[in-house]
């Protein structure tokens, strides 16, 4: 339900619409990179919702030809348009095919909420694989533009979820850039008053920017 006059800090809408200083609007999300992770979470959702036996390399390219976007006038050349597309499909490629034989995870692109009164603030978490046994949980994030104060405010928004019994503490989160191929693991703050301040001061400069949250 839409609560009238609440603010609400989402990671991802912070992918779109962080802005602080000269510095961070250098770090913004181009438009193409918009159209390229909507493209990107597409397929990973697909291909999860498949059957063990009908994953393969072939269905990962079946399925970036059914939501790859080809509006080349979003990107900067139709160079640029072509290299985005080969470096999204190769690394597609390597990192679904490994988890192939993978069951299916325990979460899937989900959105968690959660109203923390300490901040007066509603926290969303975007949430892709969620991986979890009865005595561990893992946790992967694809991304496209990595903004390194996204990163942070996702680690924190996480942080203030498990303390709170919203999710439980994750043994691994991974952070894949499929448009470089990189991989990073984050670690969870553990001081859970830091995360509080850091959101905070978050929800500080948005509210001072002028960025619509509410909702």
Not at 31 to 54: C, D, F, G, H, M
Not at 85 to 106: C, E
Request: net charge negative.
């Amino acid at each position: 339900m839409r609560m009238r006059d609440v603010f609400v800090l989402s990671d991802e809408d912070m992918s779109y619409a962080w802005f602080c200083c000269d510095q961070c609007s250098k770090v913004m999300r181009p438009e193409w990179a918009k159209v390229v992770q909507s493209t990107v979470n597409q397929v990973i959702q697909a291909y999860y919702r498949l059957p063990v036996e009908r994953r393969s390399g072939i269905r990962v390219l079946e399925l970036i030809g059914e939501y790859w976007k080809k509006d080349v006038g979003l990107f900067e050349s139709k160079f640029h348009y072509h290299e985005v597309l080969l470096k999204i499909t190769d690394h597609l490629l390597q990192y679904l095919s490994n988890d192939g034989s993978m069951s299916p995870p325990a979460l899937l692109f989900e959105e968690l909420n959660a109203f923390i009164k300490e901040l007066n603030l509603s926290l969303q978490l975007n949430l892709h694989v969620v991986q979890w046994t009865p005595t561990s949980v893992a946790i992967k994030k694809y991304i496209v533009f990595e903004n390194p104060y996204v990163l942070e405010a996702f680690k924190h928004i996480i942080s203030v979820f498990c303390h709170h019994g919203v999710l439980s503490f994750p043994e691994k989160i991974e952070i894949i850039n499929i448009l470089d191929g990189t991989k990073k693991e984050i670690e969870i703050e553990k001081d859970l008053q830091k995360s509080l301040d850091y959101l905070f001061l978050s929800k500080e400069v948005v509210q001072k920017n002028g960025l619509s949250l509410l909702v």
